[in-house]
Each structure stands twice: as structure tokens, then as C-alpha cells.
């Protein structure tokens, strides 16, 4: 069990695993979403309050989910590589960055859409899950700045691995924040929790989109991440053999 | 040679002799005290001046547009933490000293802080009375900001190791810093307005007492390992 | 016997370019070891990555057996950095500067008086660092190094903005450092003559 993930951590494993690994991501993902989004669209009833426009959870929660999930990956790859000096966590976090910004904007566009015909503007203040929504894209800003502006691939590393993991902290300080200041101003929140009130017909559709959104993010970051892997292993020789292979490699 | 002929100095000295050194430069530059103040009059007047006078959006606003100006001249001023240092030559000397880098750390902070950070809380009350704000609420003023500058100082300090001698560090430690920041000048600035709305603001007070005391423990740890990682 | 400073299978990788690999060395007290190279071979980083500045790809530094990065204070406290830039400030006075280096690191019970006379600094106390030549800077560096009770010397160029007078001074510093039983790392372009056991890494 440990030698897998010893050899996990080499990146000239993880490179061929992935390869192995990112069409069993793509092809479920693929499917739940379709059923997803079909069944969202189509199959769910209609929010007795919203009506049709409640809809947009569907790609809205998974996008959320996702932006926070690929913070932690962040955090904990940092936080992996900055004790265990393990490079290919340092190079997860550094992939899964762009992707949680680009799943921020998603869930940031998507909450507004929605908050339209609710709130009749295009932003409420009011709403802490949209404005810490908004911080973490700063956040995810930040990080990506830091790391362009560090010419030395390893100091970057390292110093966006203790940016990440002081912004975990932040994240949540920003979440109860928020949530305090936007009870004190009585803003009219957005997400009415679906929780145990929620509809089976509502609640598989949802749950087939967030686990599907997961997969294909998994995969979307596996290939960024053997991306960067050549990348940064660009002169060592398994990376010139694979290059010169035959099949020319892909 | 084996045999020391006295104790390695102690970590109080350490932290005190750091804030002396940093307070000893700074008045042999008073000028660079005045400038985070300025700035901070300077934009508590840009707003009146942009969104008309009108004593009702004043007295309103006031709160906070103090605090966000407090929080830009503290952003502005942070940058300097390190710099100097980093320039002569002298951080590195900090990086080989046996004295913890934490605590080092944390008394550069702290010199930092009574350079930068406290003449604000001292000025707030004047600027106070251009808002229009009642007295007896810059008595709160005073403390949320003057808790909140120390958080500022100490988070600001951990960007300010990481950007210290990066091209274009200013730019990217405010793009780092905010935030961090953003949930201590919401603390701050909400407070003050509860306090003027006379309702309760005992929670805000306290909130950032835990925010300091956490920040004071915390942030040394992360600044030291920031400035290692940036001086390789 | 263990060396009191050693060093295996070093390397250091800096950006894209590797400095240096495999290297080794081992240094007892009353010796001297020499860095040498050609500029930007990577005698600074190597100095820099024996005080424990840069972190090594392969390899550790051991000082008296032990690993430096289980120890890192305590090697700290043992050594004392001569770097290229002389870690002073130009603002403060030379005797401001050296009460606060005093509070960093233990001081030997010395004659400070006698050392600025060794040192022919004696007069320029008062005045801040930055009115001071590069050469009466780097004597106050000197200064510092001299006023610190510790056993290792890591001298990075020292002989750097000295005139031939100051070189020769630092030579016998460091002679007579060596003769009390101390060590000393130095990264050195020219030839240096002094008399004690010297070891040499050549990068």
C-alpha cells in the first residue's frame, strides 16, 4: 500500500498512471452529467417559490463545491510538499489553481444569474456565500500572482504553499465574518438550503451533477498536473525518452 | 574555545533589541512616520470631496471610511517592513542569528506597528470629528482600530516576507494582503457603526481581541518561514 | 574522531542550472578551508547553504556529528557570517550597530576599545555607517566578527575594498583565530598566506 503511494509521488509513475487513470474520469463524468442535467432540466419539478429559475443549482452548488475543493487541494499539496518536500504536490497545487479560480467564476457568474430575477439587481451584498465567494476568487488572484511573479520554480513553491495554507485559515475567517456582517445589514440570502427538505427529483439530479462536475475536474486537473509534469521534468531523461519514443508520446 | 565564556543572549533580549534597532532608524528618519498619516487624513478627505458633504452620509460613512483608510495607509507602509534590510544585507544577518526567527520577526512587527499603525489610532479621533461622528463613540473608534492596526501589522508582515525583494512587491502584497485583511476591517468598521447605532458592539470588541491574540501567535511562524523561503 | 564541520554528497540545484554535486569536505579545529572558483561558480551559494540559507538537493551539513538541521539554533549560535554585503546599517553608528549585533549572538569578554584600535576605527565611532568608506565598513564588519566568542568563521571575499594593510590584517586575524583552536570557511579569489593547516574545495 505505501509502495503505491511512494510511487505515486514519482512523476514519472504518476505520468504513465494518469494516462491509465484520466478516461475512467472523463467517461463517468461525461454520463453524470448528462443525466444531470437532463433530469434538472426536465425531470425535476418546479421550486413551489422560484419556479424554473432555481435550475441553475445544478451547475451553480457543483461549481462552489469545487472551487473549495480545489483550495484544500491546494493547501494540503502545499502543506504535503512543504514537509514531506514531495515536488508533485507542490506541481497538484500549482495545477489545480487556475482550474478553482475558473470554478469560482463559474459559481460567482452562476449565483448571479440566479440572484436576478430574485433579487432583481445583479448582486446583492447581502448574500455572505456570493461576497466569501468573492474573496476566495481575490484569493485564488493572489496565489496566482505570487507564483508568476517567483522566477525559481522551487521558491515559488514554497512560498505559495504558505500562502495557501495561511488563506485556509482565512477562509474560514471570511466565512463566519461575512455570515456575522451580513446578519447585522439583513441581506436577502440566495441558496435555500435544499437539505433534507429537498425533492428526490431534486436531489439525485443534483448530486449526479456535483459528482459528475468532480470527475471531470479530477480529470481536467490530472491532465494539467502531467502538463506541468513535463513541464518541470522537461531535462531529465525519462521525459527525452518518452519524447523520442516511437509512438512520439502524447 | 569549547567552553563559552558567557550564555547565548536570551529571547527578550533578542526581541528587544531588534525593536529598539528598528525604532532607533525610524527617528533617525522621522519623515517616514508621516507619511502612512498623511495618507490616512488624505483619503478620509477624498470622500467627503467625491461624494459631497452632506452630514447625514458623513456621519454614516464615517466609521467606515476611516477604517478603510486606516487599512490602505497600513498596506501602503508594510512594504518597507522588510525591504531595507533585505537590502543591506542585514536579513541575512537575521537568518543566521541563533535568536528564533519568530521572534525576530515579531519584534520587527511591533516596531513597525508603533511607527505606522499606532499614529493612526492617535490621529482618528480628529479625523473623527471631520465625519461628524459623536464623541462618545471614538472611544470605540480608537480601539477597534487600534486592535485592528496590530492584526494588520502582523498579517501584513507575512505577505511583506513573502513579496520582500520580488519586482513589483507593493503591487503584489496588497493583492495578497486584502484578504486577509478584509475580515479584520469588516470587524472594525461594523463595530463602530453598531456602537453609533447604539446597539450592542461588545461582540465585535471581543472578536477582535481573538483575532489579535491569534494573529500574534500565529503570524510570527508564518512571516519567519516566509522569509526563509524568499531569501534562499 | 569526527570532524567538528563535514559534509557529504552535496548538491545544489539553483533554478536550471545544477552548482555543484557530490561534493565533500571535512574541517577539525586549527583548520582552515579554502572555496575555490571562478565568479558564479557557486562558492557564495555553497557558503550560503553551509550556514543553512539555501536548502541542499542531496547532502547534509554536520556539525560535531550531528546533523545542522536538527540543530539548527545551536549551530547558529556557533558561527559567525562575513558575507559580500556587510549586514550593517547605514543609518546607525558603528557602535549603535555593534550593541545590537551584541544582543544576537554571545560575545566574547574582549577590550572593544583595543579591537577598533586593531582595526583603526577608533575614531569613526560616532559617525553613521554609510559616511564611512567601503573599506572602514567592511573593518567594522570585522568588528563584529571579532566581538562574537564563536568557533566558526564563514568569510565570504573577505579581503574585498581592503588595502593591502587590511588584508594583511585579516590574515592575521584569522591565523591567530585558527591558533586558539577555531575554524574558518573562506571563499577567497587570491592566494592566501597563512600559517595553518588548510584544506581546499575547488568548485
Not at chain 1, 424554473?52 to 473549495?68: E, G, N, T
Not at chain 1, 496566482?144 to 495554507?165: P, Q
Not at chain 2, 500574534?216 to 518561514?225: K, N
Request: glycine letters at 10%.
Amino acid at each position: 500500500m505505501w509502495k503505491f503511494f511512494h510511487q505515486l509521488a514519482s512523476p514519472p509513475h504518476f505520468y504513465r498512471l494518469s494516462a491509465v487513470l484520466i478516461p475512467w474520469l472523463v467517461v463517468p463524468g461525461i454520463l453524470l452529467i448528462a443525466y444531470g442535467t437532463y433530469a434538472g432540466l426536465f425531470v425535476a419539478s418546479e421550486d413551489y417559490q422560484q419556479g424554473d429559475a432555481f435550475r441553475i443549482i445544478y451547475v451553480h452548488v457543483p461549481s462552489a463545491y469545487l472551487s473549495m475543493m480545489a483550495y484544500m487541494m491546494m493547501a494540503v499539496g502545499g502543506g504535503i510538499g512543504l514537509i514531506w518536500r514531495m515536488k508533485l504536490a507542490h506541481t497538484v497545487g500549482a495545477a489545480a489553481a487556475p482550474l478553482g479560480a475558473a470554478f469560482t467564476f463559474l459559481a460567482l457568474a452562476t449565483g448571479s444569474i440566479w440572484g436576478r430575477p430574485m433579487w432583481g439587481t445583479w448582486w446583492e451584498w447581502g448574500d455572505p456565500r456570493m461576497t466569501s465567494e468573492l474573496i476566495l476568487l481575490f484569493i485564488y488572484f493572489g496565489y496566482m500572482a505570487l507564483r508568476s511573479s517567483i522566477d525559481d520554480t522551487a521558491k515559488a513553491d514554497k512560498a505559495s504553499a504558505v500562502l495557501a495554507l495561511v488563506g485556509v485559515v482565512n477562509v474560514v475567517i471570511v466565512h463566519y465574518s461575512v455570515t456575522w456582517w451580513s446578519s447585522l445589514h439583513q441581506g436577502q440570502t440566495l441558496f435555500k438550503e435544499g437539505g433534507p427538505g429537498m425533492d428526490a427529483d431534486m436531489l439525485y439530479p443534483l448530486l449526479a451533477m456535483i459528482l459528475g462536475f468532480t470527475f471531470i475536474f479530477g480529470a481536467l486537473l490530472a491532465r494539467r498536473v502531467r502538463t506541468e509534469v513535463l513541464f518541470r521534468e522537461r531535462r531529465t531523461r525519462w521525459v527525452r525518452e518518452l519524447i523520442l519514443a516511437p509512438e512520439g508520446g502524447k | 574555545m569549547d567552553s563559552p565564556t558567557q550564555e547565548q543572549p536570551g529571547i527578550f533580549a533578542g526581541f528587544i533589541a531588534i525593536t529598539r534597532r528598528d525604532l532607533l532608524l525610524a527617528w533617525k528618519r522621522p519623515g517616514d512616520v508621516l507619511n502612512p498619516l498623511f495618507f490616512f487624513a488624505m483619503v478620509c478627505t477624498l470622500f467627503p470631496l467625491a461624494v459631497g458633504p452632506s452630514p447625514e452620509q458623513l456621519t454614516f460613512s464615517g466609521p467606515g471610511v476611516l477604517w478603510v483608510a486606516a487599512l490602505l495607509a497600513t498596506l501602503l507602509s508594510l512594504n518597507s517592513l522588510f525591504m531595507s534590510d533585505h537590502e543591506d544585507g542585514s536579513l541575512d544577518q537575521l537568518l543566521v542569528s541563533p535568536q528564533p526567527l519568530p521572534v525576530l520577526a515579531l519584534g520587527k512587527t511591533f516596531a513597525h506597528w508603533i511607527i505606522s499603525g499606532f499614529p493612526l489610532v492617535l490621529i482618528s479621533p480628529l479625523l473623527a470629528i471631520m465625519y461628524r461622528m459623536s464623541m462618545d463613540i471614538v472611544g470605540v473608534l480608537m480601539l477597534t482600530l487600534l486592535l485592528g492596526t496590530i492584526c494588520l501589522s502582523l498579517l501584513g508582515s507575512i505577505g511583506a516576507a513573502l513579496t520582500v525583494g520580488l519586482h513589483r512587491g507593493t503591487a503584489l502584497l496588497s493583492l495578497l494582503i486584502l484578504p486577509l485583511a478584509m475580515p479584520v476591517m469588516l470587524l472594525g468598521a461594523n463595530t463602530v457603526s453598531l456602537a453609533a447605532g447604539n446597539e450592542g458592539y461588545a461582540t465585535g470588541i471581543w472578536a477582535l481581541g481573538a483575532y489579535v491574540v491569534g494573529a500574534i501567535s500565529l503570524a510570527p511562524y508564518a512571516t519567519a518561514a516566509a522569509l526563509r523561503i524568499s531569501n534562499e | 574522531m569526527t570532524a567538528k564541520l563535514s559534509a557529504n554528497d552535496l548538491t545544489l540545484i539553483r533554478g536550471e542550472s545544477c552548482l555543484f554535486q557530490g561534493l565533500e569536505f571535512a574541517l577539525n579545529p586549527g583548520e582552515l578551508l579554502i572555496l575555490e572558483g571562478q565568479n558564479g561558480s557557486g562558492k557564495t551559494s555553497l557558503m550560503r547553504a553551509i550556514a543553512g540559507m539555501l536548502s541542499l538537493e542531496t547532502g547534509e551539513i554536520f556539525w560535531n556529528g550531528e546533523p545542522v538541521s536538527r540543530q539548527r539554533q545551536e549551530f547558529h549560535g556557533s558561527l559567525v557570517w562575513l558575507a559580500h554585503r556587510t549586514g550593517l546599517k547605514g543609518d546607525l553608528t558603528l557602535v549603535e550597530n555593534l550593541r545590537f549585533e551584541g544582543c544576537l549572538r554571545r560575545q566574547a569578554k574582549v577590550d572593544k576599545a583595543a579591537i577598533y584600535e586593531r582595526l583603526a576605527i577608533s575614531r569613526l565611532k560616532r559617525l553613521p555607517l554609510r559616511s564611512l568608506s567601503a573599506g572602514q565598513q567592511r573593518r567594522v564588519a570585522l568588528a563584529r566578527m571579532l566581538m562574537a566568542d564563536v568557533p566558526l568563521w564563514l568569510m565570504d571575499e573577505p579581503f574585498t575594498n581592503l588595502d593591502r594593510e587590511g588584508r594583511q590584517l585579516v590574515m592575521d586575524l584569522t591565523e591567530e583565530h585558527l591558533a586558539k583552536g577555531g575554524m574558518c570557511v573562506m571563499a577567497a579569489h587570491q592566494d592566501v598566506e597563512i600559517n595553518a593547516t588548510i584544506r581546499k574545495v575547488r568548485l
